[in-house]
């Protein structure tokens, strides 16, 4: 007889708390570094408790410097250890860059497979919680170009845990993005212990038979909601949760869009290049997804200018309603 798997309800930050303490009592060659995340817990707090349980040796506060940060990560991962490195906020991974395109993502075909780097970097992104300049970016399309490196960015706390668990044990680097708008937004029921979302997977949120909607992170409240009200007017959405930005799950992407033949895709980061337009360029690409359009695809996304100061950020993201006057326009089409 099986034993019940205990849940109770937490936030998205305690779930990557609990991810990163699954695997770092189960593991001994995990390890957690970057700025703060030793005796202050992390910025967010992501990491409280952590450093009084493992100790300074696999909890490792490291100096302001996301390029050293990013380069001891890829040499422990080369020698052993699967180390968790945390950039304060997504902004501050830009001296990181050439670590991570250069290096972190090349070593398995430099090295003909001889070395690997199962590596995995967090990083809280996105704007709505009126933070200082480059606190707020939305620069994930940057690294879905990148060959070598998986892109992850869950929306509740149950694909949290079970996302990052997977990406601890990924053989390769993963770059975790965490929407800090949805840190302590609401809870969800998390299984205690270990489990798995496996990488590389969508999941339907909700079905529907008019509209597919396609979005991640941070939007999938805002997308819901729109989805909801829409649902007022008759008008029934397929609101589909990415999780995995590269690879992206191509197959339930083209399923959808021949069930619905009408797609919105939605994201905070800019227009130009964004996620929106490789996942149109994707469904075109599909001759059987193609040919089941009933209408032009449609983007709701930032701007294509830095995410703006306080007054002027709502402006800037992604809201119910335009996303509602879009599914408007489809529906109608």
Request: glycine fraction near 8%; avoid cysteine.
């Amino acid at each position: 007889m099986k034993t019940a798997v205990k849940t109770r309800e937490i936030t998205l930050i305690q779930a990557i708390t609990e991810a990163m303490d699954t695997m770092l009592e189960r593991d001994p060659s995990v390890l957690v570094l970057g700025e703060d995340v030793g005796v202050n817990g992390g910025v967010f707090r992501a990491t409280d408790g952590l450093y009084e349980k493992y100790g300074e040796d696999r909890i490792i506060d490291t100096p302001l410097a996301e390029s050293g940060i990013i380069g001891t990560s890829i040499g422990l991962a080369m020698n052993g250890f699967k180390p968790i490195a945390e950039i304060q906020f997504f902004g501050f991974i830009y001296p990181a860059f050439n670590q991570i395109v250069t290096h972190a993502t090349r070593i398995r075909g430099r090295t003909l497979g001889r070395f690997t780097v199962p590596m995995v970097i967090r990083a809280p992104y996105g704007a709505g919680v009126r933070a200082p300049e480059i606190h707020s970016d939305s620069m994930e399309a940057l690294f879905t170009h990148m060959p070598g490196i998986k892109v992850v960015v869950p929306s509740n706390p149950y694909d949290a845990k079970g996302l990052l668990i997977a990406s601890i044990e990924d053989p390769d680097p993963v770059l975790f993005l965490e929407p800090m708008k949805l840190y302590r937004a609401g809870r969800k029921e998390v299984p205690e212990g270990y489990y798995k979302v496996p990488i590389g997977k969508a999941a339907i949120v909700k079905e529907g038979t008019d509209i597919t909607i396609l979005s991640y992170g941070a939007m999938m409240p805002i997308v819901l909601k729109a989805a909801e009200k829409a649902e007022k007017d008759g008008i029934r959405s397929e609101v589909i949760d990415l999780r995995t930005l590269f690879p992206l799950d191509r197959e339930l992407i083209q399923s959808s869009v021949e069930k619905t033949g009408k797609v919105i895709i939605v994201h905070e980061g800019h227009r130009t290049n964004g996620l929106a337009a490789e996942i149109t360029a994707l469904i075109n690409d599909t001759e059987t997804a193609f040919l089941s359009l009933k209408a032009p695809i449609q983007r709701v996304t930032g701007f294509d200018v830095p995410v703006p100061m306080f007054s002027l950020e709502e402006a800037y993201l992604p809201s119910i309603e335009a996303v509602y006057d879009k599914i408007r326009f489809l529906a109608e089409y």
